[in-house]
């Protein structure tokens, strides 16, 4: 039987890993995490935070350039991280980008779940105003996509998968948080048929859009980022893209600038991808079977795991 969780011994998570597998990737130099690289899974690192979020935002650009009204073609973007969105927007504007005339479209990642209701837009912490307030309400308005261009995981989550069977996904964007999630994929309960393994790869790669209860992990880190430290003000379930959703996009793009997630976490999840090592208790770890993963690092962040007080 596998370990509990430090953290949460309710919950599935990479604590539960073997104590060799993180011991080994505690020792990952810089140099050894950049040549993680291989077919399928590519390594880049960024010198400074300008080129590494600029270079986010033209991920954005170069999906809607290649849209037509017949032939259109999206991005999925996350909240997490955000400071390449008014930069999207800055370059839209700059270049007289019509997205409308286009056909470009967005998919929003996820959205929070409080009382069993998604948060309207209009709530503080709706992922919906973020992406409105930092990249869409920036752009001129004759140039913002389509309102039906807008994609969100919520209500009809059957019609929010299928979009991405009718729209081209060039690119799924992400960050990985504490527990090692993009989107709010996160570890399973450690209860039921989980109990004493968590769900293999092939089961979890199984969901799709859906409404999930989340990691004490990311509860925590959530209310540090987004609530001041007001951990009651965050809610507990969310909506989320799926694996199945993920796996319609051409490309996954994670984009890690040290803000949320750690020295340690940010090899972690690397390393496994790129040893082929999937494992639900640490979901990022399961796009080791996608065709094509590029994780993005601010170099200066990737810092060491040595053990010292500060």
């Known amino acids: 039987m596998r370990k509990k969780s430090i953290v949460a011994p309710d919950w599935w998570d990479y604590t539960t890993l073997d104590d060799e597998l993180l011991t ?50 999206g991005v999925c973007g996350p909240i997490g991280p955000t400071e390449q969105l008014p930069l999207v927007a800055m370059l839209v504007n700059e270049l007289n980008i019509n997205l409308s005339k286009l056909g470009a479209q967005f998919w929003g990642m996820d959205e929070w779940v409080k009382d069993g209701k998604t948060l309207p837009a209009e709530h503080p912490l709706s992922f919906q105003k973020a992406n409105l307030d930092l990249c869409f309400n920036l752009m001129q308005a004759e140039l913002r996509p389509a309102p039906d261009a807008l994609h969100y995981p919520i209500g009809d989550f059957e019609a929010f998968s299928s979009s991405f069977d009718s729209i081209r996904c060039a690119v799924m964007q992400g960050g990985q948080g504490d527990v090692k999630h993009w989107a709010f994929n996160d570890p ?119 053990i010292e007080m500060h």
């Open 188 to 306: 399973m309960k450690r209860e039921g048929e989980w109990a004493d393994a968590p769900p293999s790869p092939e089961e979890y790669l199984k969901l799709g859009t859906r409404v999930v209860d989340l990691h004490p992990m990311t509860i925590m880190q959530n209310s540090r980022t987004s609530g001041g430290g007001r951990l009651s003000e965050i809610p507990t379930q969310a909506t989320t893209v799926g694996p199945v959703e993920t796996w319609k996009s051409e490309k996954v793009s994670i984009w890690q600038a040290g803000n949320h997630d750690n020295p340690f976490g940010m090899r972690l999840t690397a390393f496994m991808i790129s040893k082929g090592l999937p494992d639900s208790a640490v979901p990022m770890s399961l796009l080791a079977l996608h065709p094509n993963v590029e994780f993005h690092y601010y170099r200066p962040a990737i810092g060491s795991c040595s």
């Open 24 to 73: 080994d990737v505690a020792r990952l130099s810089e140099q050894d995490l950049f040549q993680l690289s291989r077919e399928g899974f590519k390594v880049v690192f960024h010198e400074t935070l300008e080129s590494f979020y600029l270079a986010e935002a033209l991920q954005y650009i170069e999906a809607w350039q290649a849209s037509t009204p017949d032939n259109p073609v």
